[in-house]
């Protein structure tokens, strides 16, 4: 599982923070745990393959915010208690 954090500035209320979080899912339907913070200028995921970094910055950069870069690393994967059981 590869987590990425992408720097976006722009974001002013609870709203924009939704909007970036659908632009993820948009371009990423793979993505899961999409999460946005205004406060902290940083939109998180998860995906099983690293994203293209370029296709990222066009879907943010077209809907008006700022992209300001990305990282990824790679995470474990956190299994609730029927994968535990089964895995």
Do not use: W
Not at 16 to 32: G, L, N, T, W, Y
Not at 45 to 67: H, N, P
């Amino acid at each position: 599982m590869v987590e990425t954090r992408v720097k976006v500035r722009g974001m002013m209320c609870g709203m924009c923070e939704a909007h970036i979080a659908d632009v993820i899912r948009k371009q990423f339907p793979q993505a899961r745990g999409v999460k946005a913070s205004r406060k902290k200028n940083l939109a998180t995921f998860r995906t099983d393959r690293a994203v293209d970094g370029s296709l990222l910055k066009k879907a943010i950069e077209e809907t008006g915010y700022y992209y300001d870069g990305y990282e990824t690393a790679r995470v474990e994967e956190k299994k609730g208690l029927l994968g535990r059981l089964l895995g």
